[in-house]
C-alpha cells in the first residue's frame, strides 16, 4: 500500500508540475493547463487517502520523523485546500475569457505550486529517516 500511494502523490507531482511551469512559461493559461491541475489534483487526494489509510492501520513516528509527518499533514491539508481552489479559479478564468486575467493567472499558480511542494518534500525526508 506504501509504494501505491507513494506512486500516487508523484503522479500528482509530476501532472501538477507540468501543468503549473508549462502554463507559467506559455504566460497564458490554456484549457489542458486545467486538465492537467485537476489530474494532479486528482491524484494528490487519492494519494493522501491511501497515506491516510496507512496511518490509521501503523504506530505514529516520533522525534524528527514525526515533527515532519505533523508538517506535512497541516500543510498537506492545506496544500489540496488550495489546489482545488485553483482549479475552480482556473475553470473560472478559462470560462470569463478575459485576456488579462489568462495572462496574469500564472503567479498565483506558482504560490500553489510551491506550498504544495512543502508536504511533499515533508513526506518523503520523513518517510526516509523514520
Avoid: C
Avoid at 30 to 44: E, M, Q, R, T, Y
Avoid at 48 to 68: E, I, N, P, V, Y
Wanted: no cysteine; hydrophobic share 60%; aromatic share 14%.
Amino acid at each position: 500500500m506504501l509504494v501505491f500511494a507513494i506512486v500516487l502523490i508523484t503522479a500528482a507531482l509530476v501532472f501538477y508540475t507540468i501543468g503549473v511551469w508549462a502554463e507559467h512559461r506559455q504566460r497564458v493559461l490554456k484549457p489542458w493547463h486545467a486538465v492537467f491541475f485537476g489530474i494532479g489534483l486528482f491524484f494528490d487526494a487519492s494519494g493522501t487517502f491511501a497515506m491516510s489509510r496507512l496511518a490509521d492501520s501503523g504506530t505514529s513516528a516520533t522525534g524528527l520523523a514525526g515533527g515532519l509527518n505533523t508538517v506535512m499533514i497541516v500543510t498537506g491539508a492545506i496544500a489540496i485546500a488550495l489546489m482545488a481552489i485553483h482549479l475552480v479559479w482556473a475553470i473560472i478564468v478559462l470560462a470569463r475569457n478575459r485576456e488579462s486575467e489568462r495572462t496574469q493567472f500564472h503567479k498565483f499558480s506558482l504560490i500553489v505550486w510551491a506550498i504544495w511542494l512543502i508536504p511533499y518534500f515533508a513526506g518523503a525526508i520523513g518517510a526516509s529517516i523514520s
